[in-house]
Protein backbone atom coordinates (compact mmCIF):
# COMPACT_ATOMS: atom_id res chain seq x y z
CA UNK A 1 0.00 0.00 0.00
CA UNK A 2 3.26 1.85 -0.28
CA UNK A 3 2.35 5.27 -1.89
CA UNK A 4 -1.59 4.81 -1.50
CA UNK A 5 -4.01 7.01 -0.62
CA UNK A 6 -6.23 6.12 2.27
CA UNK A 7 -9.31 5.84 0.51
CA UNK A 8 -7.43 2.74 -1.13
CA UNK A 9 -6.71 0.86 2.08
CA UNK A 10 -10.38 1.56 3.72
CA UNK A 11 -12.09 2.36 6.95
CA UNK A 12 -11.61 -1.09 7.98
CA UNK A 13 -8.10 -2.11 6.56
CA UNK A 14 -7.08 1.25 8.58
CA UNK A 15 -9.18 -0.50 11.66
CA UNK A 16 -7.66 -3.87 11.06
CA UNK A 17 -3.91 -1.73 10.72
CA UNK A 18 -4.94 -0.11 14.35
CA UNK A 19 -5.82 -3.59 15.77
CA UNK A 20 -2.52 -5.49 14.92
CA UNK A 21 -0.20 -2.77 15.75
CA UNK A 22 -2.31 -1.79 19.09
CA UNK A 23 -0.45 -1.80 22.65
CA UNK A 24 -1.44 -5.56 24.57
CA UNK A 25 -2.82 -4.89 27.49
CA UNK A 26 -0.64 -4.98 31.04
CA UNK A 27 -2.30 -6.71 34.10
CA UNK A 28 -3.40 -3.53 35.25
CA UNK A 29 -5.46 -2.88 32.40
CA UNK A 30 -7.89 -5.31 33.35
CA UNK A 31 -9.55 -5.28 29.87
CA UNK A 32 -12.24 -7.27 29.00
CA UNK A 33 -13.11 -6.46 25.25
CA UNK A 34 -10.43 -4.72 23.43
CA UNK A 35 -10.95 -3.00 20.18
CA UNK A 36 -13.06 -4.49 17.21
CA UNK A 37 -16.55 -5.12 19.56
CA UNK A 38 -19.42 -2.61 19.60
CA UNK A 39 -18.02 -0.89 23.20
CA UNK A 40 -14.31 -1.91 24.95
CA UNK A 41 -15.10 -2.98 28.59
CA UNK A 42 -12.68 -3.13 31.42
CA UNK A 43 -12.97 -4.43 35.19
CA UNK A 44 -11.39 -1.59 37.21
CA UNK A 45 -10.96 -3.24 40.52
CA UNK A 46 -9.55 0.06 42.17
CA UNK A 47 -10.29 1.96 45.32
CA UNK A 48 -9.11 5.27 43.32
CA UNK A 49 -10.84 7.80 41.64
CA UNK A 50 -11.47 7.37 37.74
CA UNK A 51 -10.85 10.34 35.46
CA UNK A 52 -11.77 11.49 32.01
CA UNK A 53 -10.25 14.32 29.64
CA UNK A 54 -10.72 14.80 25.89
CA UNK A 55 -8.86 17.13 23.33
CA UNK A 56 -9.40 17.80 20.04
CA UNK A 57 -6.96 19.18 17.04
CA UNK A 58 -7.96 20.51 13.70
CA UNK A 59 -5.57 21.05 11.20
CA UNK A 60 -4.81 24.74 10.08
CA UNK A 61 -6.17 25.30 13.28
CA UNK A 62 -3.82 23.70 16.27
CA UNK A 63 -1.32 22.26 13.57
CA UNK A 64 -0.11 22.39 10.11
CA UNK A 65 0.75 19.65 8.08
CA UNK A 66 3.62 21.91 6.12
CA UNK A 67 5.41 22.35 9.35
CA UNK A 68 4.54 19.35 11.86
CA UNK A 69 5.42 15.70 10.67
CA UNK A 70 2.93 12.92 11.44
CA UNK A 71 4.95 11.53 13.91
CA UNK A 72 4.76 14.80 16.00
CA UNK A 73 0.68 15.85 15.03
CA UNK A 74 0.13 12.04 16.67
CA UNK A 75 2.41 12.72 19.93
CA UNK A 76 0.96 16.13 20.53
CA UNK A 77 -2.90 14.91 20.44
CA UNK A 78 -1.81 12.40 23.30
CA UNK A 79 0.84 14.59 25.52
CA UNK A 80 -2.31 17.41 25.55
CA UNK A 81 -4.76 15.16 26.76
CA UNK A 82 -2.16 13.48 29.37
CA UNK A 83 -1.34 17.30 30.43
CA UNK A 84 -4.99 17.31 32.08
CA UNK A 85 -4.38 13.75 33.41
CA UNK A 86 -0.88 15.01 35.12
CA UNK A 87 -2.94 18.28 36.27
CA UNK A 88 -5.03 16.00 38.49
CA UNK A 89 -2.11 14.85 40.93
CA UNK A 90 -0.85 11.32 41.98
CA UNK A 91 -2.82 10.10 38.44
CA UNK A 92 -2.30 7.22 36.12
CA UNK A 93 -3.66 7.33 32.38
CA UNK A 94 -5.18 4.08 31.32
CA UNK A 95 -7.09 4.14 28.53
CA UNK A 96 -7.28 6.38 25.33
CA UNK A 97 -9.93 6.65 22.78
CA UNK A 98 -8.71 8.41 19.16
CA UNK A 99 -11.63 9.23 16.17
CA UNK A 100 -9.76 10.98 13.17
CA UNK A 101 -11.42 12.48 10.70
CA UNK A 102 -9.39 12.18 7.64
CA UNK A 103 -9.40 13.51 4.42
CA UNK A 104 -9.50 11.08 1.27
CA UNK A 105 -6.13 12.15 -0.36
CA UNK A 106 -4.21 11.63 2.80
CA UNK A 107 -1.52 9.11 2.09
CA UNK A 108 -1.79 5.74 4.16
CA UNK A 109 1.59 6.19 4.85
CA UNK A 110 0.90 9.41 6.78
CA UNK A 111 -1.66 7.87 8.64
CA UNK A 112 0.19 4.86 9.60
CA UNK A 113 2.86 7.31 10.64
CA UNK A 114 0.56 8.90 12.85
CA UNK A 115 -1.12 5.97 14.19
CA UNK A 116 2.26 4.76 15.47
CA UNK A 117 3.19 7.80 16.69
CA UNK A 118 -0.06 7.88 18.56
CA UNK A 119 0.71 4.40 20.06
CA UNK A 120 4.58 5.04 20.73
CA UNK A 121 3.45 8.46 22.83
CA UNK A 122 0.39 5.77 24.44
CA UNK A 123 3.32 3.42 25.32
CA UNK A 124 5.78 5.84 27.35
CA UNK A 125 2.65 6.49 29.86
CA UNK A 126 1.56 2.86 29.74
CA UNK A 127 -1.87 3.91 28.20
CA UNK A 128 -4.09 1.11 26.24
CA UNK A 129 -5.23 2.19 23.06
CA UNK A 130 -8.90 1.52 23.47
CA UNK A 131 -11.30 2.36 20.34
CA UNK A 132 -12.64 5.22 18.39
CA UNK A 133 -14.13 6.03 15.04
CA UNK A 134 -12.78 7.06 11.64
CA UNK A 135 -14.43 9.59 8.69
CA UNK A 136 -14.17 11.35 5.97
CA UNK A 137 -13.36 15.04 6.69
CA UNK A 138 -12.25 18.22 4.88
CA UNK A 139 -9.17 18.49 7.04
CA UNK A 140 -7.49 16.07 9.63
CA UNK A 141 -9.45 16.17 12.97
CA UNK A 142 -8.21 14.12 15.94
CA UNK A 143 -10.36 14.21 19.00
CA UNK A 144 -8.89 12.06 21.81
CA UNK A 145 -10.74 11.18 25.20
CA UNK A 146 -7.94 9.89 27.41
CA UNK A 147 -9.54 8.25 30.88
CA UNK A 148 -7.63 6.90 34.22
CA UNK A 149 -7.64 6.41 37.66
CA UNK A 150 -6.47 8.98 40.33
CA UNK A 151 -6.65 8.89 44.23
CA UNK A 152 -7.83 12.34 45.26
CA UNK A 153 -8.73 14.43 42.11
CA UNK A 154 -7.08 18.07 42.74
CA UNK A 155 -9.48 20.80 41.32
CA UNK A 156 -8.89 24.12 40.09
CA UNK A 157 -10.74 26.04 43.07
CA UNK A 158 -9.11 24.44 46.24
CA UNK A 159 -6.55 27.75 47.04
CA UNK A 160 -6.93 29.67 50.34
CA UNK A 161 -5.83 33.21 51.25
CA UNK A 162 -2.38 33.04 51.27
CA UNK A 163 -1.15 30.21 49.71
CA UNK A 164 2.18 30.50 47.53
CA UNK A 165 1.22 29.72 43.43
CA UNK A 166 3.75 27.83 41.40
CA UNK A 167 4.99 27.15 38.42
CA UNK A 168 6.60 24.04 36.62
CA UNK A 169 9.14 24.78 33.83
CA UNK A 170 9.56 28.20 31.72
CA UNK A 171 6.44 30.23 29.43
CA UNK A 172 6.63 31.84 25.91
CA UNK A 173 8.61 29.27 24.19
CA UNK A 174 5.61 27.68 22.04
CA UNK A 175 3.78 30.62 20.81
CA UNK A 176 7.40 32.07 19.77
CA UNK A 177 8.05 28.39 17.97
CA UNK A 178 4.39 29.47 16.35
CA UNK A 179 5.36 32.53 15.25
CA UNK A 180 8.57 31.39 13.48
CA UNK A 181 7.19 28.64 11.90
CA UNK A 182 4.15 30.79 10.55
CA UNK A 183 7.39 33.25 9.12
CA UNK A 184 8.17 30.62 7.06
CA UNK A 185 11.84 31.39 7.56
CA UNK A 186 14.12 29.29 5.60
CA UNK A 187 17.68 29.57 7.76
CA UNK A 188 16.89 29.43 11.82
CA UNK A 189 19.22 30.32 14.52
CA UNK A 190 19.76 27.61 16.94
CA UNK A 191 17.34 29.15 19.47
CA UNK A 192 15.08 29.05 17.05
CA UNK A 193 14.77 26.03 16.09
CA UNK A 194 14.38 25.22 19.99
CA UNK A 195 11.32 27.31 20.69
CA UNK A 196 9.87 25.81 17.70
CA UNK A 197 10.63 22.15 18.98
CA UNK A 198 8.89 23.50 22.40
CA UNK A 199 5.72 24.41 20.18
CA UNK A 200 5.88 21.09 17.88
CA UNK A 201 6.86 18.57 20.50
CA UNK A 202 5.19 19.37 23.87
CA UNK A 203 5.38 17.10 26.98
CA UNK A 204 3.08 16.73 29.86
CA UNK A 205 4.39 17.02 33.29
CA UNK A 206 2.91 13.85 35.01
CA UNK A 207 5.83 12.82 36.51
CA UNK A 208 6.28 16.31 38.10
CA UNK A 209 2.44 16.11 39.14
CA UNK A 210 2.77 12.77 40.66
CA UNK A 211 6.02 13.44 42.53
CA UNK A 212 4.77 16.58 44.44
CA UNK A 213 1.25 15.19 44.75
CA UNK A 214 2.51 12.11 46.46
CA UNK A 215 4.36 14.19 48.81
CA UNK A 216 2.74 17.44 49.79
CA UNK A 217 -0.93 18.99 49.75
CA UNK A 218 -1.38 20.56 46.54
CA UNK A 219 -4.05 22.99 47.38
CA UNK A 220 -5.16 23.53 43.64
CA UNK A 221 -3.44 22.70 40.24
CA UNK A 222 -4.22 23.09 36.47
CA UNK A 223 -1.90 23.07 33.53
CA UNK A 224 -1.31 26.05 31.78
CA UNK A 225 -2.52 24.89 27.83
CA UNK A 226 -4.46 28.04 27.65
CA UNK A 227 -1.66 30.24 28.80
CA UNK A 228 -0.46 31.21 32.14
CA UNK A 229 -3.00 34.17 32.34
CA UNK A 230 -5.69 31.94 32.28
CA UNK A 231 -4.76 29.05 34.45
CA UNK A 232 -3.94 31.85 36.75
CA UNK A 233 -7.53 33.34 35.97
CA UNK A 234 -8.91 29.44 36.47
CA UNK A 235 -6.97 28.69 39.72
CA UNK A 236 -8.45 32.49 41.59
CA UNK A 237 -11.96 32.29 40.87
CA UNK A 238 -13.90 34.58 43.11
CA UNK A 239 -10.08 35.24 45.04
CA UNK A 240 -7.24 37.15 44.44
CA UNK A 241 -3.64 36.90 43.80
CA UNK A 242 -0.67 38.88 43.05
CA UNK A 243 1.28 38.15 40.47
CA UNK A 244 5.28 39.18 40.57
CA UNK A 245 6.28 39.34 36.57
CA UNK A 246 9.74 39.29 37.35
CA UNK A 247 8.98 35.94 38.80
CA UNK A 248 7.80 34.14 35.97
CA UNK A 249 10.32 31.59 34.54
CA UNK A 250 11.34 32.40 30.92
CA UNK A 251 14.04 30.28 28.88
CA UNK A 252 17.10 31.61 27.56
CA UNK A 253 15.98 31.21 23.91
CA UNK A 254 13.00 33.11 24.45
CA UNK A 255 15.31 36.27 25.88
CA UNK A 256 17.50 35.89 23.18
CA UNK A 257 14.43 35.67 20.28
CA UNK A 258 13.11 38.78 21.55
CA UNK A 259 15.94 40.95 22.41
CA UNK A 260 15.27 41.23 25.93
CA UNK A 261 11.92 43.05 25.11
CA UNK A 262 10.37 42.83 28.10
CA UNK A 263 6.88 43.85 26.63
CA UNK A 264 7.06 41.06 24.24
CA UNK A 265 8.65 38.51 26.38
CA UNK A 266 5.51 38.84 29.31
CA UNK A 267 2.75 39.25 25.91
CA UNK A 268 4.32 35.23 25.04
CA UNK A 269 4.98 33.85 28.43
CA UNK A 270 1.43 35.14 29.92
CA UNK A 271 -1.06 34.63 26.37
CA UNK A 272 0.65 32.07 24.72
CA UNK A 273 -0.90 28.66 24.77
CA UNK A 274 0.26 24.72 24.69
CA UNK A 275 3.36 24.87 26.96
CA UNK A 276 1.53 22.35 29.19
CA UNK A 277 3.55 23.22 32.07
CA UNK A 278 1.89 23.06 35.71
CA UNK A 279 0.69 26.21 37.86
CA UNK A 280 -0.63 25.09 41.26
CA UNK A 281 -0.97 26.23 44.92
CA UNK A 282 0.25 25.19 47.98
CA UNK A 283 0.58 26.11 51.77
CA UNK A 284 3.36 28.44 52.34
CA UNK A 285 5.21 26.11 54.88
CA UNK A 286 5.43 23.30 52.30
CA UNK A 287 7.52 25.90 49.95
CA UNK A 288 10.81 24.77 51.49
CA UNK A 289 10.06 20.88 51.28
CA UNK A 290 8.72 21.53 47.55
CA UNK A 291 11.72 23.17 46.11
CA UNK A 292 14.19 20.53 47.52
CA UNK A 293 11.79 17.67 46.36
CA UNK A 294 11.80 20.02 42.46
CA UNK A 295 14.45 22.14 42.68
CA UNK A 296 13.01 23.46 38.82
CA UNK A 297 9.73 24.85 40.40
CA UNK A 298 9.33 28.34 40.69
CA UNK A 299 7.09 30.82 42.79
CA UNK A 300 5.52 33.56 41.48
CA UNK A 301 2.93 35.12 43.80
CA UNK A 302 0.25 34.26 46.00
CA UNK A 303 -3.33 33.72 47.00
CA UNK A 304 -5.37 36.75 48.56
CA UNK A 305 -8.82 37.97 48.97
CA UNK A 306 -8.65 40.80 46.93
CA UNK A 307 -8.53 40.94 42.83
CA UNK A 308 -5.58 39.54 40.78
CA UNK A 309 -2.50 42.31 40.52
CA UNK A 310 0.44 41.89 38.77
CA UNK A 311 3.38 43.55 39.86
CA UNK A 312 6.29 44.44 37.67
CA UNK A 313 9.12 45.71 39.48
CA UNK A 314 7.56 46.45 42.50
CA UNK A 315 4.73 48.50 40.69
CA UNK A 316 0.97 47.34 39.26
CA UNK A 317 0.56 46.92 35.86
CA UNK A 318 -2.64 46.40 34.01
CA UNK A 319 -3.28 43.12 32.38
CA UNK A 320 -5.42 42.13 29.93
CA UNK A 321 -6.27 39.27 28.17
CA UNK A 322 -4.74 39.40 24.99
CA UNK A 323 -4.14 35.57 24.00
CA UNK A 324 -6.09 33.14 21.46
CA UNK A 325 -9.71 32.79 21.31
CA UNK A 326 -11.41 30.42 19.55
CA UNK A 327 -14.69 32.00 19.14
Known sequence: MKGKNINKLGEFGLIDFIKKHNTKPKSYHNVCLDIGDDCFSFNPHTKSKYIVTTDILI??????????????IGQKAIEVNVSDIASMGNSKPLYAFISLGIPKNISVDF????????KNTCDKYGIHLSGGDTVGAKDITISVTLAGICDKPISRTGAKNGDLIFVTGTFGDSVAGLEILSKAKKNLTSCERNLIKKHLI?????????LISKAIKIT??????????KSIELLTENKGAVINMEKIPLSQNLIKYTNKDYNKLYNCA????????LVFTINKKDKTKLEKLLPNVTCIGYINNGKVTYLQNGKQKK???NGYKHF
Do not use: C
Open 59 to 72: ENIHFKRQWATAKQ
Open 111 to 118: VKELFNSI
Open 202 to 210: PQARLKEAN
Open 220 to 229: SMTDSSDGLF
Open 270 to 277: LFGGEEFE
Open 319 to 321: VKY
